[in-house]
Every structure is written in C-alpha cells, then in structure tokens.
C-alpha cells in the first residue's frame, strides 16, 4: 500500500487533530503518501481531498475540534453515495482510508469494507458510545470539562442552598453522566441504561436537606430527558429550589487531555500499521489498556456498548 488517506465525520472530539497528526506521520515514517478528506464523507464523495505533508499537521496536537472539518452526510448510507466515493478513493489512486468518528463514521468505514475497500474506524467521539473498546477519543477531556462546570456550580448551589440538575451530552449513552457524576461527588447520577424513581430521587434531596446539606446535584444524561423536563417532574414532589445547566457544544470543545493525544496518537499509528500489512475492515480500540484490532463488521452488527455500571453503583453507596 502506497497511499491512505484519513476523514473525521460526525461530531467533532477533542483529539482527533493528534490522530489526523499521528496516521499522518507514521505513515510518512513509512514511506507513504497520506492524504486528508475534507468535511467527512460529504468531501469523499466531492472529491475534496488533497496530500498532506508533515507541516500540515504541525501545531495541531492541541487544538480541539478537526483541521480536516466534519458534515453530516446522510447520503453515504445509500449504494449510490458509497459508490461514488470508492470512485474518488480511485481516482486518486488511494489504497486505504482511515475513519475517525463515532457510529454514523462507523457504519461508513463499514459499507466501504463490504464493498471490499480497505477501511479503519478510529473512536472519536466524547460520548463513548463505540463498541470494541472501552475509551473513545474526546472522552476524557469531556468529562473533565464537564467536571469543571460541576465544581464551579457546586459553589453557587451551596451560596444558594439549591438543587441544581446539570444535564450533558451523550446522546443514548450515559458515560458522561456516569463518569462526570462520580468524580464531580454528585448525589444522584440519571442515565439511560439504568431505571430511576423520581419519588426516590426527590426523597433522597429531602434526607440530604433534613441532615442540614446545604446543596444537591443532580446529573442527567440528555438521552434520559431534558433538564427542564426532569426539574419539572422533580417539583411535583416539593419544592427543592431547582436550577438547570445544560451543558451543551462547549463540551465538544477545548484542548485534548493528554490521556486523549496519547490515545489518538497510538489509535493512528496502530492504523497505518494494519493498512501497510494489508489489513482492513477492522476497528481500533483500547480494551483493558491494551490496543485491539477487530472485524468492523461484527463489531458493529453483534456487539454493544455498555457502560461501566459499577459506576453507577458506587455513587449510590458514597453520595449520600
């Protein structure tokens, strides 16, 4: 393999621009030619792509977001779209892409292998939702910049003696919610992969008030419900002085950690390698802090994400 080249689509996370760094590098340490996709699958199949060399990804390891852009692009899911861009990748004389992105990349990086085109799907999302791996790029600096909000409301709740219900992002998943709740000492934590009684929640924030506890926090994951909807369910029970955070986009953004440029590091030079050796339809992740390789296409049809819900049960033991 002489050429590859790389897209990032979807939602943005913090570290994609270390991974475009690292598959761009190694792969010119290989002796290859590394090209970058613009706007995601929307750009594969305009044809904008173009070569990167080693100053283009200079002074990128830490800015947040994607130098290569992402879009959504609804129309790769269709044999017309995928064909097009295999036509591109042709054109150009490209051997084998490498996709960072979450699900809907994913199932890109996919349609391409069952078409026999070499493709490799990298984690990139913060919501950690990926199956074949149990940390996503974007991950860790999202839920530490959640965790500096929860600290900062934390202080104004107490001033107050209010309940505060900080909703984040995730979309289905609760990885943010959960890992965020721990480490932020939120008393209750919401998410969508494990049932919650609003009685039982509002009793507890009465416990807490009657012990003298001067503040609660409440945080919810988005694909549970809305902040606003979840205080008003709250304010059937009493009156808790309720406030709601959303915390939106700005999640998204930010400097990478440098648990995620390592990662995204590792993720794409471990890219380059399995494409030189011929290898594609696979997908990387980290698993049991070891880099894992599997079959994309099981990966995505047979497995499932699931978050660490012992998590979620120590919040319960140690937040009350």
């Not at 609003?198 to 009465?206: E, G, S, T, Y």
């Not at 390789?293 to 978050?307: C, G, M, Q, S």
Request: net charge neutral.
């Amino acid at each position: 393999m002489k050429r590859i080249a790389i897209l990032t689509s979807g939602g943005d996370s913090p570290g994609m621009n270390a991974a475009i760094r690292s598959v761009v590098r190694k792969g010119i340490f290989e002796g290859l030619e590394i090209y970058g996709v613009n706007y995601g699958f929307a750009g594969l199949v305009a044809g904008d792509i173009r070569k990167l060399e080693i100053d283009d990804v200079g002074d990128k390891i830490q800015r947040g977001g994607t130098f290569l852009y992402s879009a959504r692009y609804p129309e790769f899911a269709t044999l017309e779209g995928q064909l097009k861009g295999i036509e591109q990748l042709k054109k150009f004389g490209i051997e084998g892409l490498v996709v960072i992105g979450g699900d809907g990349s994913y199932h890109g990086a996919l349609a391409l292998t069952k078409h026999g085109y070499p493709a490799i799907g990298l984690p990139g999302t913060i919501d950690n939702d990926i199956p074949g791996t149990d940390f996503t790029i974007g991950f860790d600096t999202a839920i530490n910049t959640v965790l500096e909000s929860v600290d900062r409301i934390r202080d104004t709740a107490t001033s107050h003696v209010r309940t505060f219900v900080i909703e984040v992002m995730g979309r289905g998943a609760g990885d943010i919610a959960l890992w965020s709740g721990v480490a932020g000492g939120a008393d209750e934590i919401i998410i969508p992969e494990h049932h919650f009684d609003m009685a039982a929640v509002a009793q507890r924030v009465k416990n807490g008030r009657d012990r003298g506890k001067k503040h609660c926090l409440i945080i919810l994951a988005e694909g549970v419900m809305g902040g606003n909807e979840f205080a008003q369910e709250l304010a059937k029970y009493g009156d808790f002085h309720a406030r709601v955070t959303v915390l939106g986009h700005v999640v998204r953004g930010g400097a990478p950690s440098a648990r995620d440029r390592v990662l995204a590091s590792k993720f794409g030079a471990y890219a380059v390698e399995l494409l030189q050796a011929g290898r594609g339809g696979l997908c990387i992740g980290i698993v049991n802090n070891k880099m894992v390789a599997t079959d994309i296409v099981d990966t995505l049809e047979n497995h499932k994400h699931r978050p660490d819900l012992s998590l979620y049960k120590l919040n319960q033991e140690i937040s009350f």
